[in-house]
């Protein structure tokens, strides 16, 4: 077709099919405190996946590798607020454990296969988020039985990374809670990993990270 009709409506077209095609693929994972999340996420990374780091107004916790490791980006509240109030951050919670989580909204544009952490606040706003951005979404719930949660944080108690019993209660408090809602909560997944044992959890990751 020619003229000048016919190329605004080819062009047109074009532009909508550009828009609405998928430009990526991006890995939401999400679980109770100590599921092993961080676990499944970095094996993602291993098989050819970018790791997605949001940022946070928390500071890091104490003994722990959060900054070695690049878990976060820390950023003040000021920054962060500066950021939420000028449309450049998806998956955003304001009032996780008294601090702010989000992401980088120009990053995840440009990413073709990542693989982030979130929570379960967050799944159903960010599948929309990530969807509007062309992506494809796949919902990755990390757990583990209830005992072996317990006694994971305990752990963390004796290595070091919760300075006090006061923090460790209060991370099993927020573990009770989590589970108490898990089979809603896995309903928002499209794929679980349950495993008790780190090395069960890694082969399971392993094995979804090269399907997907």
């Not at 820390?74 to 702010?100: E, K, R, W």
């Not at 589970?179 to 399971?204: C, F, G, H, P, R």
């Amino acid at each position: 077709m020619t003229g000048e009709w016919g190329n605004k409506h080819y062009n047109g077209w074009y532009h909508f099919l550009t828009e609405n095609k998928s430009s990526g693929t991006i890995v939401a994972i999400f679980g109770p405190t100590a599921s092993g999340k961080s676990v499944a996420r970095d094996i993602f990374v291993d098989n050819g996946w970018e790791k997605i780091i949001s940022y946070t107004t928390r500071p890091p916790r104490p003994g722990s590798a959060e900054e070695r490791n690049k878990e976060y980006e820390f950023i003040s509240p000021v920054t962060f607020d500066s950021l939420y109030n000028n449309d450049q951050l998806i998956n955003v919670n304001l009032s996780y454990a008294g601090s702010s989580y989000g992401n980088d909204k120009e990053n995840i544009k440009n990413i073709q296969r990542g693989v982030m952490i979130t929570d379960k606040s967050s799944i159903l706003q960010l599948k929309q988020e990530l969807r509007k951005l062309g992506k494809n979404v796949a919902v990755v719930y990390v757990t583990a039985s209830p005992h072996e949660l317990a006694s994971r944080q305990t752990r963390r108690k004796e290595t070091g990374e919760y300075e006090s019993d006061e923090q460790l209660q209060a991370r099993m408090g927020e573990l009770e809670k989590e589970l108490a809602k898990n089979n809603k909560v896995q309903s928002l997944a499209d794929y679980v990993i349950d495993e008790d044992s780190i090395e069960a959890t890694m082969a399971a990751a392993a094995e979804l990270s090269r399907e997907l």
